[in-house]
């Protein structure tokens, strides 16, 4: 069932998708996450990710909880592109760089939204040509489907000029409820290399064969036994705040609580993901009136390579006039049972 539970103001609407398995609580702005209710093995019902009781947060503070992140997710170098010979210029919002769509990227924007069924909500938005310094209209199209344990998130855009587009979610995900942090969490992806950052966290080109590292989680380990160890990688980042580049076309990324018997399994159509320990998370004040402290989280940020733009031969974050942006991830929302 989906129905509209709380208005924000006349445009920003609370959303809840529910069926017998999960509750997920979505917003038109910025299709943001706010909630996500599961049960665990013992039927205890807790909230998995992170985020604000007062909405006036998500539109202020810069950690996009559960936010949707566009028109470029992660950091371009210097804030600034070539793109058919011409030269844009973006926020630099970031250190020396652009983060995340800019100062008011899709992350702070209202979304249109339409309710299609009892297991859908479609979003949509068109971002203007200069929109935070892109080119072309884009016009993007999000659909949250929850089926069964199952939220399928279907991106869809289209440009009237050649621009960039790397979409992500933001969503932080805890699933013990936030009773502990995620070092008692096990992870697993299927990614044989990394890409490694610079100080500032911008990808620098260098990849990694992960083998014999701390970012070897082929099979499953422990996010504690690892985010701190002595790794040049890890230290620059401050944890885990690197690109994974998938072996795999799905289920690439398995998150597992043992003690409340919540997993969390990640399919996409894209090639990588971001994988982030919430190493800035600060103290700040989230939902229940709880401090969020870094590594109190892990966000899955499926995407494109980070500054495509200016790292690959062709780079895959372009869209042309006439092409569609068509991408899906799906989160599956586990509980096991023994
Ligand atoms: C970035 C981090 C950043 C965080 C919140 C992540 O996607 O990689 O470096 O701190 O988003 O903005």
């Given at each position: 069932?989906?129905?509209?539970?709380?208005?924000?103001?006349?445009?920003?609407?609370?959303?809840?998708?529910?069926?017998?398995?999960?509750?997920?609580v979505?917003?038109?702005?910025?299709?943001?996450?706010?909630?996500?209710?599961m049960?665990d093995?013992?039927?205890?019902?807790?909230d998995v990710?992170?985020?604000?009781?007062?909405f006036?947060?998500?539109?202020?503070l810069?950690?996009?909880?559960?936010a949707?992140?566009?028109?470029?997710a992660?950091?371009i170098?210097?804030?600034?592109?070539?793109?058919n010979?011409?030269?844009?210029?973006?926020?630099?919002?970031?250190?020396?760089?652009?983060?995340?769509?800019?100062?008011k990227?899709?992350?702070?924007?209202?979304?249109d939204y339409?309710?299609?069924?009892e297991?859908?909500v479609?979003?949509?938005?068109l971002?203007?040509?200069?929109e935070?310094?892109y080119?072309?209209?884009?016009?993007?199209?999000?659909?949250?489907?929850?089926?069964?344990?199952?939220l399928?998130?279907?991106?869809?855009?289209?440009?009237?000029?050649?621009?960039?587009?790397?979409?992500?979610?933001?969503?932080y995900?805890?699933l013990?409820?936030?009773k502990?942090n995620?070092n008692?969490?096990t992870?697993?992806?299927?990614?044989?290399?990394?890409a490694?950052?610079d100080?500032?966290?911008?990808?620098?080109g260098?990849?990694?064969?992960?083998?014999?590292?701390?970012f070897?989680?082929?099979?499953?380990?422990?996010?504690g036994?690892?985010v701190?160890?002595?790794?040049?990688?890890?230290?620059?980042?401050?944890g885990f705040?690197?690109?994974?580049?998938?072996?795999?076309q799905?289920?690439?990324v398995?998150?597992?609580h043992?003690?409340?018997g919540?997993?969390?399994?990640?399919?996409?159509t894209?090639p990588q993901?971001q994988?982030?320990?919430a190493?800035?998370?600060?103290?700040r004040?989230?939902?229940?009136?709880?401090?969020?402290y870094?590594?109190?989280?892990i966000?899955i940020?499926?995407?494109?390579m980070?500054d495509?733009?200016?790292?690959?031969?062709?780079p895959?974050?372009?869209?042309?006039?006439?092409?569609?942006y068509?991408?899906?991830?799906?989160?599956?929302f586990?509980?096991?049972?023994?």
């Amino acid at each position: 069932m989906i129905e509209v539970v709380k208005h924000i103001d006349d445009s920003i609407h609370l959303i809840s998708m529910k069926n017998e398995q999960l509750e997920i609580v979505v917003s038109n702005y910025g299709c943001t996450i706010v909630k996500v209710f599961m049960a665990d093995r013992h039927g205890h019902v807790d909230d998995v990710v992170l985020g604000y009781d007062d909405f006036n947060q998500y539109q202020t503070l810069d950690a996009y909880l559960g936010a949707l992140v566009g028109r470029v997710a992660n950091r371009i170098k210097k804030g600034e592109f070539t793109l058919n010979g011409q030269t844009y210029h973006l926020a630099v919002n970031n250190g020396p760089n652009h983060l995340h769509g800019g100062i008011k990227g899709f992350s702070y924007q209202v979304f249109d939204y339409e309710i299609k069924d009892e297991k859908t909500v479609q979003f949509h938005y068109l971002s203007k040509d200069g929109e935070e310094g892109y080119p072309g209209n884009l016009d993007l199209t999000v659909t949250y489907t929850l089926d069964g344990d199952c939220l399928k998130v279907h991106y869809h855009a289209t440009t009237s000029a050649d621009t960039l587009i790397n979409i992500t979610n933001h969503s932080y995900f805890n699933l013990s409820g936030h009773k502990e942090n995620i070092n008692h969490h096990t992870l697993q992806i299927h990614a044989s290399k990394h890409a490694c950052v610079d100080a500032d966290g911008l990808t620098t080109g260098e990849f990694r064969d992960v083998t014999g590292t701390p970012f070897d989680f082929r099979q499953p380990a422990l996010i504690g036994e690892r985010v701190d160890q002595d790794d040049d990688q890890l230290k620059i980042g401050k944890g885990f705040d690197h690109p994974f580049v998938f072996d795999t076309q799905e289920n690439q990324v398995i998150l597992t609580h043992q003690d409340s018997g919540r997993q969390l399994i990640v399919s996409t159509t894209l090639p990588q993901a971001q994988i982030y320990t919430a190493n800035y998370l600060d103290g700040r004040v989230g939902k229940y009136g709880e401090h969020y402290y870094a590594r109190d989280a892990i966000c899955i940020e499926t995407q494109n390579m980070p500054d495509a733009i200016h790292l690959e031969e062709h780079p895959s974050t372009i869209l042309k006039k006439g092409e569609t942006y068509d991408e899906i991830t799906s989160y599956q929302f586990k509980v096991i049972k023994s």
